[in-house]
């Protein structure tokens, strides 16, 4: 992995809003709409996150998988590449990259279990780990929010008492497309910020002193 966010090529996928509103061309031609599109996405977030609870991956293994989901339709669409495999596809990808490595077998079982309707086979998920990458033009290094936050929150015993609310606003940052568009020590101050408002406290001046 790079050693620096800054070096890496997860700068390099990083995307304005803008332009992802004009990705998936494919699928609004067939009458897919922004909101179809974005309902969609959070679906087969959800079901990325299910399959990583039922076989006991780590937190960070579901995030990572999620933004290789983001980052391949931002640059293709559902008509060129089945969801319903792309999701387990990057969450056994993201396995690997993480260091968590789940036998495919293993989610393979998670799969029919969770979808029995959805009949894909070994060699389906094995295919489809080779379309991933290459849509990703092998770039996986995703560095993580949780990280940044965890260490923000250890810094200064002061925002202790924010790290409930900020855990879980960034836990559902990952139901949005913010992980393609924000460096993560960004998602990890906007979320600490939230934290601070439905606390009802004031960061303004601890925010002004961050380098």
């Known amino acids: 992995m790079a050693a620096s966010f800054w070096t890496s090529t997860q700068l390099k996928w990083l995307m304005p809003k803008e332009r992802l509103l004009q990705s998936q061309q494919e699928d609004r031609a067939k009458g897919l709409s922004e909101n179809h599109i974005q309902q969609l996405k959070v679906y087969f977030t959800q079901y990325i996150y299910d399959m990583s609870n039922s076989i006991k991956l780590r937190q960070r293994v579901a995030a990572t998988a999620v933004v290789y989901f983001r980052r391949l339709y931002a640059g293709s669409s559902f008509s060129a590449h089945d969801p319903h495999l792309v999701a387990p596809g990057c969450l056994y990808l993201a396995s690997k990259v993480e260091e968590s490595v789940v036998a495919a077998k293993l989610l393979l079982a998670s799969m029919?279990?969770?979808?029995?309707?959805?009949?894909?086979?070994?060699?389906?998920?094995?295919?489809?780990?080779?379309?991933?990458?290459?849509?990703?033009?092998?770039?996986?290094?995703?560095?993580?929010?949780?990280?940044?936050?965890?260490?923000?929150?250890?810094?200064?015993?002061?925002?202790?008492?924010?790290?409930?609310?900020?855990?879980?606003?960034?836990?559902?940052?990952?139901?949005?497309?913010?992980?393609?568009?924000?460096?993560?020590?960004?998602?990890?101050?906007?979320?600490?910020?939230?934290?601070?408002?439905?606390?009802?406290?004031?960061?303004?001046?601890?925010?002004?002193?961050?380098?």
């Open 112 to 211: 029919k279990r969770l979808r029995p309707a959805w009949q894909y086979e070994l060699k389906d998920l094995l295919d489809m780990e080779m379309v991933i990458l290459e849509e990703l033009d092998t770039h996986l290094v995703v560095f993580s929010p949780y990280l940044s936050l965890a260490k923000i929150l250890e810094s200064d015993a002061q925002l202790a008492d924010l790290g409930q609310n900020a855990w879980a606003a960034l836990n559902d940052v990952y139901r949005t497309d913010a992980p393609i568009i924000h460096a993560p020590h960004v998602l990890a101050l906007g979320c600490l910020y939230l934290a601070s408002v439905i606390c009802s406290r004031d960061i303004t001046a601890w925010l002004e002193g961050v380098d």
